[in-house]
């Protein structure tokens, strides 16, 4: 091989070794992805942690928005998720934005349930609104994880 053969294949190799990297971090990142859903309820009613109506989300009622989301942390001594699965937490979002009687709807395993759990109460909402006033909604949000 010629010495600008030999540079091209050494290129072409820390581009291949660099892609895997980020796609390797990227996957590390990237352990979940959501979809809020309607929970499924009466059309108007309070929950337990608040003293508001609790509306689920239909018609004539504006979906909160997400605004501050915080990813779910494997325990501390671990280097990753190494369960796939997707988690359901159900909710409400008040109407000052902020995820009340978060809890686990279906389960993949305790610890990751519970990351998933700790996770959701940091995150912040714009509320719902219905008359463009700010209401609190119920909902379920779908976590996914995935073997890293």
Same mark, same amino acid.
């Given at each position: 091989?010629?010495?600008k053969t030999n540079a091209q294949a050494a290129i072409r190799a820390a581009r291949c070794a660099e892609i895997k990297r980020r796609l390797f971090l990227t996957s590390a990142l990237a352990l979940f992805a959501i979809a809020i859903v309607p929970a499924h309820a009466q059309?108007?009613?309070s929950d337990e942690d608040t003293d508001e109506p609790v509306f689920d989300l239909g018609q %004539?009622?504006?979906p909160p928005k997400l605004i501050h989301q915080v990813s779910p942390k494997p325990d501390s001594g671990a280097? %990753?998720?190494r369960i796939s699965g997707v988690v359901l937490i159900g909710l409400t979002v008040s109407s000052h934005g902020l995820p009340v009687n978060v809890h686990v709807v279906r389960s993949v395993d305790k610890d990751i349930d519970q990351s998933a759990v700790d996770a959701v109460r940091?995150?912040?909402f714009e509320p719902a609104r219905k008359d463009d006033k700010p209401v609190a909604v119920?909902?379920?949000v779908e976590i996914r994880f995935h073997d890293v």
């Open positions: 091989m010629n010495p059309d108007h009613d %004539g009622i504006t280097q %990753g998720f940091e995150w912040r119920r909902l379920t």
